[in-house]
Structure formats: C-alpha cells, structure tokens
C-alpha cells in the first residue's frame, strides 16, 4: 500500500504541465513508497487555475498561494512561479512545514537563495529543485562513467545552451508568459535561464567551480513592456559566454543565446579527459557518446551508446531495449528519486542547498560581465 503525498502547485504554465504529469506517471513504471496526489493548483486567475486543474485532474484551486500552504491537507509545495516569487514562497512554506519543489533557478541572487536554503535546512522539510537535466538517462551514465574514472583526470567542461527565440525587436517584455525578458521578474536573462542547467550538470558531474570571466550581450536594448505598455530599458542579458576554472583545475568555457538562428534548444555538453570524452545532445538525449583512448589501436573510435538497456540508469523501469524515452521521463525520474528520498531517508539531489552553490555561480557570471575582469565564485 502507498501512502498519499499530497501536491499543491502553484503555478499553470510550461513547468506546472511537465510536473503534472510526472505526478501522474510516476506510480506506473515506479514502485514506491508514496503516491502523488492532486490536491490542489494555484493561480491568480480563478479561471486560468480551474482549467488547470480539470485538465489534470487537480482536486481543488485556490487563488492565493498563502491559503494553499495553510492548507492542513497539503503535504508539499510545487513551485512553478517566475523567479522573483521562489523565495517568499518558499520561506512561508518552510515556516509551515512543507516540503518543496522549487522551480529553478533557486533565486534571484545568492544572498536569497542562503536565506531559502537556511530556512529549509531549519525547518528540517525535504526540498528540491528542478534541475531536471541530471535525471536524463544519457546524462546520468555519464556521471556514472566519470565517478568509475573512465575518463581519468579531468582537462575540459565545455558546454553551451542555445535559443532563437527574442530575434524580433517587437517582441515585448513582462507579463505571462513574457516574464523571462523582464529583469524585474527573472533576475537575469540566459545565464539564469538556460546556463544555470549547465552549470548545475557541469558541478555535478566534475565538481565546484571557483573562478570564471563571463561577457553578456542585451542585443535588444529596450522593449515595450506588456504590464505597463510603455517602451523601458531591457535588463536581461541575452547572450552570454564564460570560461572558468573548476576546484580539480579543469576548464570550463560555456555559451548561452536566445539569438542562434535556427536553435530552439541546443543543449550539449563535452567533457574531455586523460583516457576518454563524453558528449551529449539534448536534441539526441538518448545517445551518449563515448571514446577510449585505451581501446585497441585498430578500433580506437567514438562509440555511440544507446541507452535504452535494463542496466542503464532508469531504464529498466520502461521499455524492453532498444526503445528510447523523452524529456518528459527525466521529471518522472525527478519525483521517483524524491520520493524514494523520502522512504530512505537519503534525500534526493539536487536540494536547496545544491541549487545555492548554482546561483553563486550565477552570480559571479553577472559581476565578470559587469566589472569586465575575472571573478572569484563565492563558496
């Protein structure tokens, strides 16, 4: 028998769907110990929160997330909001007793995110956020190749994250679904948005980061803004680059654009090592590709790994080999390893505390870029 784990989601857009049905998933391909319950979604728009939840079988709205959190029957907090809203959230539910899943990135800043991780780490709640990305299977093995020293000493993290989609100069700031090109809401721009994924999987797998030299670009510098309908300054960055240097003395050069023509979500990453690489696609998120320069001369290559077997990370929880899964699964894996954090009392990872040490990074990017020299990442 499985005890219910009651939800309430605050939030209905691109993240409250992937959630959703991750909650919905999770039980059938996965045997645990507790069972996602809708109970309830949360939004502003009563109307907007009903078709929510009719559409995803929610069992009540509400449309003031501090009721929610109050609510005796909600055992935790989804937090599926713009960025400038994760903190306040979060702190009233630590306050109450909640867990919390937090979109990421964590916070607008470092200083927020210590405070969030301190009440979460005072409170004794379990937390997480969604840096989904390290729950791919292909992503996953790589960790596991790099934690067996397939690779050896570690020389090179490059990884880069690209969009094409704020070309137009008419496209307006702020409001639903605009909020990410409004600095008021989002913090930053493509370094928190897409870079923050990297990083996170970047620290993961090769450790912490100590100093980078970033340079930002706001090609578009001013944007009509869709809450106040007046043309205002743009304070998101819309390109960003960096090189860096992670704590065991590799390098790290990272890049990050809403203006590659022709990119809607280029994620990849290579890493480069004494006795091997990896490189990974999201756009072939089910490969891994792999080379050992210890294989025999005559067959010394780049192998590409399928990974769809039952030994793979995950995998055997699906489909019989040979049968690739999406993007969709790696928020299924995200509540299975949290729910099984639960029941074991290891918590899952990445936590608040994890997401911290991104945003400190983020952070630093935005100091490199603005003070144009090297910037040492706080720890």
């Known amino acids: 028998m499985t005890k219910p784990l ?3 989601m605050i939030g209905y857009g691109f993240m409250g769907r992937a959630h959703s049905n991750a909650y919905h998933r999770v039980n059938d391909f996965f045997d645990l110990a507790y069972r996602p319950v809708l109970k309830a979604a949360c939004a502003r728009s009563a109307d907007n929160a009903r078709a929510f939840a009719a559409r995803w079988g929610y069992e009540s709205v509400e449309t003031d997330w ?6 005796k029957d909600i055992d935790a907090i989804d937090i599926c909001t713009p960025n400038n809203t994760h903190a306040e959230i979060a702190l009233a539910a630590a306050r109450a007793g909640k867990m919390i899943l937090c979109e990421k990135p964590l ?8 405070t969030m991780v301190e009440a979460v780490e005072k409170a004794r709640v379990p937390n997480m956020v969604w840096y989904n990305y390290r729950r791919v299977p292909a992503v996953t093995l790589a960790k ?6 397939r690779l050896g000493r570690i020389f090179h993290y490059r990884a880069k994250f690209l969009q094409d989609w704020t070309i137009s100069a008419d496209l307006p700031q702020g409001g639903t679904g605009l909020w990410r090109l409004d600095v008021a809401a989002a913090g930053s721009g493509v370094s928190g948005d897409l870079l923050a994924h990297c990083i996170d999987t970047a ?3 090769n450790g912490p980061i100590e100093s980078l030299n970033a340079m930002t670009e706001t090609f578009i510098k001013e944007r009509k803004h869709n809450l106040t309908g007046k043309v205002e300054k743009v304070g998101i960055d819309d390109a960003c680059t960096f090189m860096g240097r992670f704590k065991n003395g590799s390098l790290a050069t990272f890049e990050s654009t809403r203006y590659a023509r022709g990119h809607k979500a280029l994620y990849t990453f290579e890493i480069n090592g004494e006795h091997g690489s990896i490189f990974w696609d999201l756009h072939d998120l089910h490969r891994l590709q792999f080379f050992d320069h210890r294989d025999q001369g005559i067959v010394r290559g780049w192998r ?4 769809s077997d039952g030994d793979h990370p995950y995998m055997s929880k699906w489909w019989v ?5 999406g993007y969709e699964h790696s928020f299924v894996h995200q509540v299975a390893d949290f729910i099984e954090g639960l029941a074991s009392g290891k918590p899952a990872q990445p936590d608040f505390r994890d997401a911290y040490q991104t945003q400190l990074v983020l952070d630093a990017i935005l100091q490199s870029a603005h003070d144009g020299k090297w910037a040492t990442v706080k720890q």
Do not use: F
């Open 144 to 149: 596991q190749l790099i934690d067996e020293g």
């Open 203 to 205: 620290i993961w797998h």
């Open 66 to 71: 501090h009721k929610l959190i109050e609510r």
């Open 107 to 114: 916070a607008m800043n470092g200083p927020e995110g210590l």
């Open 321 to 325: 080999p040979g049968l690739q899964i």
């Open 304 to 307: 590409s790994i399928h990974v």
């Open 6 to 8: 009651n939800i309430g």
